[in-house]
Structures are given as structure tokens and as C-alpha cells.
């Protein structure tokens, strides 16, 4: 029997793509998409707009019940005071297991969903029908993200960038709490050496091969 909702599911790191492939194989399968970093971001805000402390776990459990997923605004959520606060209560188990239950559900809505961020294959959906591991180099991240920041007006040195992308890469794969790693079924796909275009066609090609493989083994 045909599952009502399909869900893909798209890991990796800082600046690795992941989100502008996710946006497109979104529209490509006529999929909902929800970008689960702005998830925390938009509980930070919320707590800042409120004047609240960041290390409440109380106040910051009930701002993430309080979320409304369909309606996060990625402008708005982009400033740089609000990354920080996000990092701040990210850590919280309390946080992440009031948005994780609130991802599980936008995911499980029809027609489903493709869902990008740091654990979405191993903790919020581990039965995804897709699940994708998007990697680059530190290097490459760095100069991505140094390049956009340039592009946007914005002044910063690529050694800071790149820094900065190792120490998150370190926080991310080292946090007690659902750690940055591969789903031990996910398909890798390293954007290293690949335009936009070329990563999108790639990844397009691995979900369809996995869907053929799943309806052939759901027909024997």
C-alpha cells in the first residue's frame, strides 16, 4: 500500500548545500519543506522579542511548543544575534524534543515533506523514504559561505569563515545530543566539486533510484 505522505531526509553541514537542495527537490516533488535549523532560530527570537533568558529551559520549552512551522520567515530569521541565541538553546533536551515532535508531524502531514538540517535522518524521521547526507569540504563550505557573505554586502575575512565552519563542524559532531553523523542508510552526496545544478541532478537521481527500488520491492 502506498504511504499518503513521502519524506525526504537531508543531513549534513554548515554551508554544504543542503538547504537550497532541499528548497528545490521540494518543489520538484511537490513536497512541503521545512528548514529545521529556522525552527530553533524562531524559538531564539521568540525569546528575545519577550525580553526572556536564554537559559531558562522552562521559557525556552514552552516558546518552542508555541512555534507555528508553517510560518517561519527566513528573513527575519537571519539575523546574526538571533544564529547566536539559536545556539545557545539548541543544547537544551527540552528544546529539541518539543521541535522534534512538531518536525515529525509537519513531515507526516500530505503530501509530505523534505526536511533539511543536522539529524533529521537519525532522530526526527529515521524512517524517511529518502534519506540524503550532503557534504564539502571545509574549505569549499568556507568559501561558499565567504563568497555569500561578500555578495550580501558584507565584510569578513575566509580565514574567519573557514574557522568559524570548523568550529561548528566540531559542536555539531561532538554534541551529546543528537550529534551531526550519516544514517547508516543515507546516500552520500559530496558537492565538493559540483555547481548547484549538478549537486540537484545528482541528488534527484539517487531519491528516484531509491523510490524505483522501494515500489519494486513493495510490488514482489
Not at 198 to 219: E, K, S
Request: aromatic share 4%.
Amino acid at each position: 500500500m502506498r504511504r499518503e505522505s513521502l519524506i525526504i531526509a537531508i543531513d549534513g553541514p554548515a554551508a554544504s548545500g543542503k538547504g537550497t537542495l532541499a528548497r528545490r527537490l521540494a518543489a520538484r516533488y511537490g513536497l512541503n519543506h521545512l528548514d529545521t535549523g529556522l525552527t530553533y532560530r524562531a524559538v531564539a527570537r521568540a525569546l528575545l522579542d519577550a525580553g526572556l533568558p536564554l537559559d531558562n529551559a522552562q521559557e525556552a520549552e514552552a516558546a518552542a511548543r508555541a512555534v507555528d512551522l508553517g510560518a517561519l520567515d527566513r528573513q527575519a530569521l537571519a539575523a546574526h544575534a538571533v544564529g547566536e541565541a539559536a545556539s545557545k538553546i539548541a543544547v537544551m533536551p527540552e528544546v529539541r524534543r518539543a521541535l522534534v515532535e512538531k518536525q515529525r508531524a509537519f513531515a507526516a502531514s500530505p503530501p509530505g515533506a523534505v526536511l533539511d538540517g543536522r539529524d533529521i535522518g537519525t532522530v526526527v524521521c529515521p524512517n524517511a523514504d529518502v534519506k540524503l547526507y550532503v557534504t564539502a569540504s571545509p574549505q569549499v563550505r568556507a568559501e561558499r559561505r565567504w563568497k555569500e557573505i561578500l555578495s550580501g554586502g558584507g565584510e569578513v575575512d575566509y580565514a574567519a569563515v573557514l574557522a568559524d565552519v570548523e568550529r561548528r563542524d566540531v559542536r555539531d559532531m561532538s554534541r551529546a545530543d543528537s550529534p551531526l553523523r550519516p544514517a547508516d542508510d543515507a546516500h552520500l552526496l559530496d558537492t565538493s566539486e559540483m555547481d548547484i545544478e549538478t549537486a540537484f541532478q545528482a541528488a534527484v537521481a539517487l531519491i528516484d533510484a531509491a523510490l524505483a527500488g522501494r515500489n519494486a520491492d513493495g510490488r514482489r
